[in-house]
């Protein structure tokens, strides 16, 4: 590891490296140097992205623009180059990357408060409207069909048709429950396509853990997880964070009856993000905000139950039916948005509504 970290303009020596983070894809490790020096370093999984150059690309771009428009040190990501000037390290055919420590912050799983998930929904409605004008033609695609939910439909089919390790018989009803939702899963990229929603340079997994907060006013200082900056929907970035942060339980909880959606999360989350991008979202967005929960939950459940079909090929994971879990989870949720879909809409519109008078 010394060797990787020291190819980086780094300040000092490197004294300890531990394994954190709680990602599923890429590895990350925190670096303390002997100058009192912070660092993050992430292994980036070149099978999920492909095209590493060009994810860096984009992280460099976005990291920059962001930093022209924030004031607070603390308010974007900032990437360590190497040595000599690239923006990642090649090491035994493994890509790593190094990022400064932000400090005095933490990572949350879930929020401790509503007025904490509020605070999330304020970065990203932030992190969305600073990105307004980013030049979109000089994104990379880093994961193509991302969040192309039919397409995702179509994997899930496969990996069932497959069924390479024999696991499709053990998990019939989770399989129906998708399979019934076959009609749901064009709704957003249907009216993409028919022009009725625009495209916007979206974060793509607005998870809670993708927010940093102060340790102490528990104020969020920037948005992490820059991977999949790509043109998307505004939809989806909201639907994302209500799919993790809404949840009374952990996205891998095992006991379902610990798992629902709470109704007092979904309205702090929905105050949060409206309060900075009601009033620059089109109606149609805004009729969808709540689509958007449910397709973000119900596609993520999909892919997680697809690479559980698949034998645990793209998420990682700690142990057996590990990502059975999670998509059991996703589920659950998806039935409560629908059972409650009147009510999560009457809160979306009646919240635009105090914030586009
Ligand atoms: C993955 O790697 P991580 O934890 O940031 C996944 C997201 C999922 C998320 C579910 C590139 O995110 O799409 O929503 O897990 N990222 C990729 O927690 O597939
Ligand atoms: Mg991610």
């Avoid at 090649?90 to 990357?97: A, F, H, L």
């Avoid at 998930?117 to 932030?126: L, T």
């Avoid at 969040?147 to 497959?162: G, K, M, N, S, V």
């Avoid at 697809?306 to 039935?335: C, K, P, W």
Wanted: hydrophobic share 35%.
């Amino acid at each position: 590891m010394r060797e990787i970290i020291e190819r980086f303009a780094v300040d000092g020596r490197p004294v300890s490296v531990a394994a954190v983070g709680n990602g599923h894809i890429n590895s990350t490790w925190d670096v303390m140097m002997d100058t009192g020096r912070r660092y993050v370093l992430q292994k980036i999984n070149h099978h999920v992205f492909r095209d590493v150059a060009g994810l860096m690309k984009n992280i460099d771009g976005v990291t920059r623009y962001l930093r022209d428009r924030t004031k607070d040190p603390r308010g974007t990501m900032n990437l360590v180059p190497t040595r000599d000037g690239a923006l990642y390290v090649e090491y035994q055919g493994k890509y790593y990357r190094m990022y400064d420590y932000v400090p005095g912050s933490v990572c949350l799983m879930q929020a401790e408060s509503p007025e904490v998930f509020r605070q999330s929904g304020v970065a990203f409605g932030k992190f969305q409207n600073q990105l307004a004008d980013y030049p979109a033609d000089t994104l990379t695609e880093t994961i193509p069909h991302f969040h192309d939910t039919p397409d995702r439909y179509r994997q899930f089919e496969e990996a069932l048709r497959r069924d390479a390790r024999g696991r499709a018989e053990k998990v019939a009803p989770e399989i129906a429950f998708v399979q019934a939702r076959q009609a749901d899963m064009g709704v957003m990229t249907d009216m993409l396509r028919r022009g009725e929603l625009p495209l916007r340079v979206t974060h793509n997994d607005t998870k809670l853990s993708n927010v940093l907060f102060d340790e102490t006013t528990m104020e969020p200082l920037c948005v992490i997880d820059l991977d999949t900056i790509i043109p998307g929907l505004s939809g989806n970035d909201f639907g994302d964070a209500i799919r993790f942060g809404a949840s009374t339980a952990l996205e891998d909880e095992p006991d379902l009856g610990k798992v629902h959606l709470s109704m007092d999360y979904f309205s702090a989350f929905t105050e949060g993000f409206l309060s900075e991008c009601a009033v620059s979202l089109s109606e149609a967005e805004l009729n969808t905000l709540v689509w958007g929960a449910k397709l973000m939950t119900l596609e993520c459940g999909m892919r997680f139950l697809t690479d559980h079909l698949n034998g645990d090929t793209y998420f990682h994971v700690e142990r057996e039916g590990h990502n059975l879990d999670r998509a059991r989870t996703q589920f659950r949720l998806v039935e409560e948005m629908e059972e409650r879909w009147d009510e999560l809409n009457a809160v979306v519109r009646d919240t635009a509504a105090r914030y586009r008078r």
